[in-house]
């Protein structure tokens, strides 16, 4: 196996492809030369067989140019002497032949018994019939190759004879197989010596490729500090270098994308507003802080769950929230661990992709409890203001009329009318008085001045300014100030403003032979405790928690008679949060109230005003 890994690789494969050229380039070249070698070589002997042929044809014309063909003893003897010593070599046969193809002479003593015998061969056939080009390959009984040459005699244009030479071509296939040999030693040297270099080439080119990939795999890892050596000015040096250029590079734009994803993390992680980011398919991918705790539940429990069901959303509406058809919603919900409900308006943004369409969606979830319930109190608090203007503006109207029609005539009806007016207009008055003061309250423009004040003092003038109309209803007083308690720094006249509120309240709803207390201490934070207690009609519980709301009245017809605004509760609220405090009441229907207000023993913790 590792072996076969190595022949995958680019080094193996450059080797082969280096030796498989050489080899077939040298093959190429072997064939080319070995043809041509052989070519030559056999055309060379060939030519001197024709060449021994044609002078041995003249030579024996001499001797065959007798009478009929035949030759006398000593031209015999003559011819077989010029055979022997001129036309003698290694591995050849010669033999001079009559007109009728029979053999007169034969340099091989072995074959002295072919002598008188006929010649039945193709080529001499040829050249007895005057044909001068005649030659042929053979194989003789030995197999021996030999090359066969037959060469008319002809004499006064007669042809009296032939010559036949049959040449063993041992010698020139041995001289082949030595070139071949010599050849073949050189391929396969040349093929070492290649594999050798291609080892070096291949490393040259494979050395820096496995280099840089190593190192690419260490940028895979996210290690960008280290840099790729450069090994030349080549193609594979400028890749090298362009190798450097794309890590600094990738390592400069993952540190931006680090940063962004930091940047972006914490933003989502201390936003105010709730994000979810779903797929193409609804699912939850991403849900920040903020998102989990509107929701109240755990950032690993939403994911992967469907965003319709999460929010409760009508598959309709979500629909129409996906494409982007409907820009948001108001949802009401009670998340887990918390007491009240509260509103969130979500606000749907879908993630577009230019190839791919609509890839996911961004949910923003914004807690609009506050706003919404600021809202409801704008809208209560315009109704509540033109509903108290229109009443006494309807009745002036009325009276008005009234005396405009003739009631001025009878001075006692025109005269209770007239005070009507009067009582109605000082009730606007008050009316726009308390909402003017309520405004400043809220705009911080009515600056606390703020004064030491003896709070033993305070209360006594507070209770002696309505120490007669407790007297009138036969109500007892009381008070207490607890040892210790001298002075605070406070603005005193907006604290008998309360003050003053809180023992009308008390006059008012507290019936005949009742009783007021009011007590001064220091409660458990170290801060002044000031409470009005009554033994009047007291509140339901169901109007307790909206008593300071700003109009609001239990019974709203008769607290009207008795010239409330509806405000005074809602002014003391806010006068006391400005000097530090807290104003909360406790009552029992039937049985009485108790409104107890708190303020600083010092200027600590105060709002600047």
Request: aromatic share 6%.
């Amino acid at each position: 196996m590792r072996w076969l890994s190595f022949f995958r690789t680019i080094h193996a494969k450059l080797i082969i492809i280096y030796v498989l050229l050489i080899l077939v380039a040298m093959q190429l070249i072997g064939v080319y030369f070995v043809s041509s070698m052989k070519n030559s070589l056999t055309s060379n002997f060939t030519q001197d067989l024709q060449a021994r042929a044609e002078m041995l044809s003249v030579l024996a014309e001499q001797d065959l140019s007798g009478s009929d063909g035949k030759m006398e003893e000593d031209s015999v003897e003559s011819l077989r002497a010029r055979v022997n010593n001129l036309f003698d070599f290694s591995g050849a046969e010669i033999q001079v032949l009559d007109a009728s193809g029979k053999v007169l002479i034969t340099s091989q003593g072995s074959h002295a018994d072919y002598v008188g015998r006929k010649n039945t061969q193709t080529v001499v056939s040829r050249a007895l019939q005057g044909i001068r080009d005649n030659e042929e390959y053979m194989v003789d009984e030995d197999n021996v190759r030999k090359k066969v040459v037959a060469k008319p005699v002809i004499s006064q244009g007669k042809i009296v004879g032939a010559v036949y030479i049959a040449a063993s071509m041992t010698e020139l296939y041995d001289t082949m197989k030595r070139i071949n040999n010599v050849f073949l030693s050189g391929m396969l040297i040349a093929l070492a010596l290649t594999a050798v270099l291609g080892v070096v080439l291949a490393h040259t080119i494979t050395h820096p490729i496995k280099v840089m990939t190593r190192h690419a795999t260490e940028v895979a890892e996210g290690k960008f500090d280290q840099q790729m050596p450069v090994f030349g000015d080549d193609e594979i040096g400028r890749l090298s270098v362009a190798f450097n250029y794309m890590t600094g590079r990738l390592r400069e734009a993952l540190s931006q994308n680090e940063e962004e994803k930091e940047k972006l993390s914490s933003i989502l992680t201390n936003m105010s507003d709730g994000v979810v980011a779903t797929d193409d398919n609804g699912r939850v991918i991403l849900v920040n802080r903020r998102a989990s705790a509107m929701l109240g539940v755990n950032e690993n429990e939403m994911t992967g769950r469907h965003i319709a069901v999460l929010l409760g959303i009508d598959p309709e509406e979500t629909e129409a929230l996906y494409s982007g058809s409907s820009a948001s919603t108001l949802l009401q919900l009670e998340p887990a661990g918390q007491d009240e409900p509260i509103v969130i308006r979500v606000t749907f943004t879908p993630i577009h992709r230019r190839e791919f369409g609509i890839t996911g969606t961004i949910a923003v979830l914004q807690d609009v409890t506050e706003q919404e319930e600021m809202e409801t109190t704008r809208r209560e608090f315009v109704a509540n203001v033109s509903h108290e203007l229109r009443t006494p503006l309807t009745t002036i109207r009325s009276y008005a009329e009234a005396l405009d029609d003739g009631a001025m005539a009878e001075p006692q009806l025109a005269e209770r009318f007239v005070g009507v007016i009067r009582n109605e207009t000082e009730r606007m008055i008050r009316l726009v008085t308390d909402l003017l003061h309520l405004s400043r309250l809220d705009s911080n423009e009515a600056p606390l001045r703020m004064q030491p004040a003896d709070v033993m003092e305070m209360l006594d003038e507070v209770a002696d300014r309505f120490s007669f109309q407790m007297k009138q209803k036969h109500i007892r007083s009381g008070m207490f100030v607890e040892q210790g308690i001298g002075k605070v720094v406070i603005d005193r006249d907006q604290i008998e403003q309360v003050l003053d509120n809180l023992m009308s309240n008390a006059l008012k709803y507290t019936p005949e032979g009742g009783s007021i207390r009011i007590e001064a201490r220091r409660n458990s934070e170290g801060m002044l405790s000031i409470s009005v207690q009554d033994t009047g009609i007291g509140i339901p519980k169901k109007d307790l928690d909206r008593i300071f709301e700003r109009f609001y009245r239990v019974d709203k017809a008769r607290s009207r008679n008795m010239g409330g605004t509806g405000l005074g509760l809602s002014i003391a609220r806010e006068i006391v949060k400005a000097h530090g405090g807290q104003i909360f009441l406790e009552s029992e229907y039937g049985q009485g109230t108790c409104t107890t207000f708190t303020l600083p023993m010092s200027s600590e913790g105060r709002e600047a005003q």
